[in-house]
């Protein structure tokens, strides 16, 4: 693994509620013949050593993939921030990266794309943007920004995108794959990602 990453941790975002899936624990769900997350673990595992897992139920399952699974330190669920503090808390690496459980399309340079980003705007956050809109879940996170998020949170603060606009940030154009964005929420989208693997 190339050294420059190994000061990067990923996060794997899968502490939701997955409402549109009917409540299921959407990392787990199968998707051409594999659960969800590991076509995402599979990845990252690609691009860089250090992973953890972010998630509130299931954690024996989760834990039989081999990384430490987190759970958030926060009581209900509170949405992605939380999950990434309580990552930050426990790690010891100078990043973050984070992505969903859902994203079964995550390219193969996300990483590199992420990290070459912030370092030449000399940000403290990178974020992914499909062309359109800013994707904040699709996040690289300096952890010195841990005390700030803590803050925010602790003000019953939730909303990413604002915490986001508090410090340096800059934005990764990923334009040219907006594919990488395609979450799956539902059955509709579970055949339609199926049918992509095997066209």
């Known amino acids: 693994m190339q050294s420059r990453f190994s ?38 595992q690609s691009q860089l050593d250090n992973i953890v897992i972010n998630a509130n139920r299931n954690l024996d399952i989760y834990e039989k993939y081999g990384f430490p699974v987190i759970p958030d330190n926060y009581e209900g669920f509170n949405g992605p921030l939380a999950g990434m503090a309580s990552c930050m808390k426990t790690i ?16 193969d340079d996300y990483v590199v ?5 912030l370092e030449s705007a000399q940000a403290d956050i990178s974020v992914a943007d499909n062309g359109e809109r800013i994707q904040p879940v699709f996040s690289l996170i300096r952890l010195s920004l841990l005390d700030s998020l803590l803050h925010y949170l602790d003000a019953g ?23 990488t964005f395609i979450n799956v929420n539902t059955v509709d989208d579970i055949k339609t990602f199926e049918a992509s693997q095997s066209a």
């Open 7 to 44: 000061n990067i941790t990923a996060v794997v975002l899968a502490g939701g509620q997955a409402r549109r899936m009917g409540g299921q624990d959407k990392g787990l769900i199968e998707v051409s013949g594999k659960a969800m997350i590991e076509h995402v673990l599979s990845i990252l």
């Open 92 to 107: 010891n690496t100078e990043y973050i990266i984070t992505t969903p459980c859902d994203t079964p399309m995550l390219p």
């Open 113 to 117: 794309r992420m990290l070459e980003t």
């Open 157 to 179: 603060e939730r909303k990413i995108d604002l915490w986001f606009e508090q410090h340096a940030m800059t934005r990764v154009d990923f334009s040219d794959k907006p594919e």
